[in-house]
């Protein structure tokens, strides 16, 4: 019983998986950008740059996030997701969810805790170099909020 009804969210959570990866949301441009910020993963080849239109303060909205790269499978789904699940939160918010995201793929929260798309990236935890993948848009986004100059990379993340 358990194992069935584990295989059924397996399958559903590769479809979830799939068609970000097939229909990536926001992958594009961004012309009226206020910053942009991009993250490396040496280990599997991935790239990403990340594009935001941030509001004014207190709530620094993220009215507009885009990104654009080149990687693997879960990358470029983590990306997707990333986008659809930022969009119209604060930085705050987004900050928060971000360090959740860390969280689930370290084993320190489940996939029950997310109400999105990401709770589909759980299956990702049983593939230990592969959470860097899914992490490396993440990371990005961190940083670029953070006012990083340099690149990210997933070294040491
Ligand atoms: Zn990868």
């Known amino acids: 019983m358990m194992t069935r009804q584990s295989g059924a969210l397996d399958a559903l959570y590769?479809?979830?998986?799939?068609?970000?990866?097939?229909?990536?949301?926001?992958?594009?441009?961004?012309?009226?950008?206020?910053?942009?910020?991009?993250?490396?993963?040496?280990?599997?080849?991935?790239?990403?740059?990340?594009?935001?239109?941030?509001?004014?303060?207190?709530?620094?909205?993220v009215e507009k996030i885009r990104f654009e790269g080149k990687g693997c499978a879960i990358c470029m789904a983590s990306a997707s997701i990333l986008m659809e699940e930022a969009e119209g939160r604060t930085q705050a918010s987004v900050l928060q969810m971000i360090q959740d995201f860390r969280d689930l793929m370290q084993g320190k929260k489940e996939a029950e805790d997310f109400a999105g798309d990401a709770a589909a990236l759980v299956g990702v935890r049983a593939f230990p170099v592969r959470i860097k993948c899914a992490l490396l848009p993440w990371t990005t986004l961190k940083e670029a909020f953070e006012g990083a100059g340099a690149p990210s990379t997933t070294e040491g993340a």
């Not at 990403?48 to 509001?55: H, K, M, S, T």
Request: glycine share 10%.
């Open 14 to 61: 590769k479809d979830v998986i799939l068609d970000h990866h097939d229909c990536p949301r926001g992958y594009g441009k961004l012309e009226d950008a206020t910053f942009q910020h991009e993250g490396f993963n040496p280990l599997c080849g991935d790239h990403v740059e990340l594009a935001a239109r941030i509001g004014p303060a207190p709530d620094h909205l």
